[in-house]
């Protein structure tokens, strides 16, 4: 869905923070990279609108994702995964390690650094083993029948092994 202005962007940014409750959000700008709490965001409406390149707002059940296109336009994305049509053949969950540099990191500021010297803001009370839980959606080609990737998002943050 195409966004048309920044009171259109404001006003879903507010409706799907409060539908989501509870959950994370990351905020990919021009310039920097946000990563907050849902219940805790405090991010800036107007700098998002002007310099977002990918914000997502997530939590276990769904995900919002605002993005610019090739043309630049901010654009709306919603995916929500209802238990009873989720069929285990057409998904595959898998976990990713943070960039994190532990013995530079500090959790208790909520500033973690990657082991190539950047910093990001991470809201994690520990970092260790620290990972990203992303869920693949899988489609098949028509054409040739092979299995395709048709999208993707964010469930959330993990530290158990295998979740």
Do not use: H
């Not at 654009?75 to 929500?80: F, G, N």
């Not at 898998?94 to 960039?99: A, G, N, R």
């Not at 500033?111 to 991470?122: F, K, P, S, V």
Request: proline fraction near 2%; hydrophobic fraction near 35%; include cysteine.
């Amino acid at each position: 869905m195409l966004i048309q202005n920044k009171e259109e962007f404001i006003t879903g940014f507010r409706q799907a923070a409060i539908r989501l409750g509870e959950g994370y959000i990351i905020a990919m700008l021009t310039d920097r990279l946000y990563i907050q709490e849902l219940d805790r965001e405090q991010l800036d409406r107007d700098e998002l609108y002007e310099k977002a390149m990918e914000i997502r707002m997530f939590n276990e059940e769904e995900e919002v994702k605002w993005f610019r296109g090739a043309d630049q336009k901010l654009q709306c994305r919603e995916r929500k995964d209802q238990e009873d049509q989720m069929d285990p053949l057409f998904f595959w969950d898998e976990w990713q390690y943070l960039d994190i540099n532990e013995q530079k990191s500090k959790p208790e500021k909520g500033i973690a650094y990657a082991t190539g010297g950047g910093r990001y803001e991470l809201p994690l009370k520990d970092y260790r083993d620290a990972k990203i839980k992303i869920r693949n959606y899988l489609e098949y080609e028509e054409d040739t029948m092979q299995l395709y990737i048709s999208d993707w998002r964010i469930i959330g943050f993990s530290k158990e092994r295998g979740e």
